[in-house]
T-cell receptor
Framework: DGGITQSPKYLFRKEGQNVTLSCEQN?????MYWYRQDPGQGLRLIYY???????QKGDIAEGYSVSREKKESFPLTVTSAQKNPTAFYLC????????????FGPGTRLTVL | KNQVEQSPQSLIILEGKNCTLQ??????????LRWYKQDTGRGPVSLTI?????NTKSNGRYTATLDADTKQSSLHITASQLSDSASYIC??????????FGAGTTVTVRA
């Protein structure tokens, strides 16, 4: 998993609760990403960060929030505004935003009860 | 809209047999194409990468081909092993950060 860790591996949430997914990398990469994976669909980009203290919305940012206070860390918060949060969430990082391979973490499976 | 279509959606093969997975894309401009292997419940891991000028790339028993004119790629698995059971994802990169992911082909290898 290339020096990227995600925790927890499994997460259960009650409707109406916010939850935060952790992503840490020790690859000294500038860029980090959050994707959502649903059965039968390709990965979809939620948020990305090119550098510390900067992040941008991806294709499906509604109901999610992120922060990038440290180079190594890019936590994702799934808020109660996300209508269908049950999914597999993947964090990735790359040396820079453009032109470099993205390395993926092991993922967090979120289930809303 | 940039799209990546993979076929078949799933397949089952006997151990030791070969198989070929297909990827058609409409991404433009095109920078490179990767094949990733994703084990169940894990993150994707890159198998091969090909740029516009490359026709084929091998990684052990995995061989990827690319026809940039027809915008098609294939991944051939030779002498399949039980450990090849996974989802294989075609990922096309334009000249920016936004990757286009296929939905994947799920391969099941049976003894």
């Amino acid at each position: 998993d290339g020096g990227i860790t995600q925790s927890p591996k499994y997460l259960f949430r009650k409707e109406g609760q916010n939850v935060t997914l952790s992503c840490e990398q020790n690859l000294n990469h500038d860029a980090m990403y959050w994707y959502r994976q649903d059965p039968g669909q390709g990965l979809r980009l939620i948020y990305y960060s090119q550098i510390v203290n900067d992040f941008q919305k991806g294709d499906i940012a509604e109901g999610y929030s992120v922060s990038r206070e440290k180079k190594e860390s890019f936590p994702l918060t799934v808020t109660s505004a996300q209508k269908n949060p049950t999914a597999f969430y993947l964090c990735a990082s790359s040396i820079r935003l453009v032109g470099n391979e993205q390395f993926f973490g092991p993922g967090t499976r979120l289930t809303v009860l | 809209k940039n799209q990546v279509e993979q076929s078949p959606q799933s397949l089952i093969i006997l151990e030791g047999k070969n198989c070929t997975l297909q990827c058609n894309y409409t991404v433009s401009p095109f920078s490179n194409l990767r094949w990733y292997k994703q084990d169940t419940g894990r993150g994707p891991v890159s198998l091969t990468i090909m740029t516009f000028s490359e026709n084929t790339k091998s990684n052990g028993r995995y061989t990827a081909t690319l026809d940039a004119d027809t915008k098609q790629s294939s991944l051939h698995i030779t002498a399949s092993q039980l450990s090849d059971s996974a989802s294989y994802i075609c990922v096309v990169s334009p000249n920016d950060y936004k990757l286009s992911f296929g939905a994947g082909t799920t391969v099941t290898v049976r003894a």
